[in-house]
């Protein structure tokens, strides 16, 4: 806890004082370049990542980086999602997830969150992707390349469900947002985007895009 503390003291000190400008123009409102959900894991930081400032991204944790279909629960989700588009008018929405999710190695392994009924309950929304990968996936013996699978069919997944949200489905009929499927490999630092014409992850660098902002460059699905 000290060093949460110890931080606050840093920031005000050292962050706050220099960039006081920046923060107090927020007070008149935030125009975030892009919806960000990702998973709760420690290990991924979004603003860090994506090198924006605050205000630059509008973001959404949980476990998994999961979008529940739209009324299947009343939870903070669908909010965050409508508030994003409708009245934050972002013109993207990143899923991203990550190497070694712990969440997506739940999905492999449901009888590791047997003890968990809240982490159990939320991973069904994720049971699209475990039958994906227990149907299509056999070729994959070793462990970490059938959670690195997990991980990016689960992406996939998500975006899907994401699209049953009314105000998401109305922003896409009428082209006025993107949505982008992210995996980020945080022990190399490498970000793979979804390239929906070859069907496969590329590196970011590679997939062609044409960025809104020079800050963020997103390969759109």
């Not at 935030?30 to 290990?43: E, G, K, V, W, Y």
């Not at 994720?126 to 070793?142: C, K, M, P, Q, S």
Request: net charge negative.
């Amino acid at each position: 806890m000290q060093k949460l503390v110890d931080g606050i003291h840093q920031f005000q000190k050292n962050v706050f004082a220099s960039q006081q400008t920046l923060f107090r123009g927020l007070v008149a409102g935030q125009r975030p370049l892009a919806l960000f959900i990702t998973c709760s894991d420690s290990r991924i930081d979004p603003s860090l990542l994506t090198q924006t400032e605050p205000g630059e991204l509008f973001i959404m944790r949980n476990a998994g980086n999961i979008v529940p279909p739209y009324r299947a629960v009343h939870g903070g989700e669908a909010a965050t999602i409508e508030y994003a588009v409708v009245t934050l008018q972002v013109q993207d929405i990143i899923i991203c997830g990550h190497s070694h999710c712990g969440a997506m190695n739940g999905v492999l392994h449901p009888e590791q969150v047997g003890e968990l009924p809240a982490v159990h309950a939320w991973l069904a929304h994720a049971d699209a992707t475990g039958r994906i990968i227990r149907e299509n996936y056999n070729h994959l013996v070793e462990e970490d390349s059938r959670l690195t699978a997990t991980v990016e069919e689960n992406v996939l997944v998500q975006l899907k469900s994401l699209k049953t949200h009314p105000s998401v489905a109305a922003a896409l009929s009428r082209d006025a947002l993107k949505l982008h499927g992210w995996v980020y490999k945080f022990e190399t630092g490498q970000v793979f985007a979804y390239e929906p014409q070859q069907h496969e992850y590329l590196p970011l660098d590679q997939v062609v895009s044409q960025p809104r902002s020079a800050s963020m460059k997103l390969a759109s699905i």
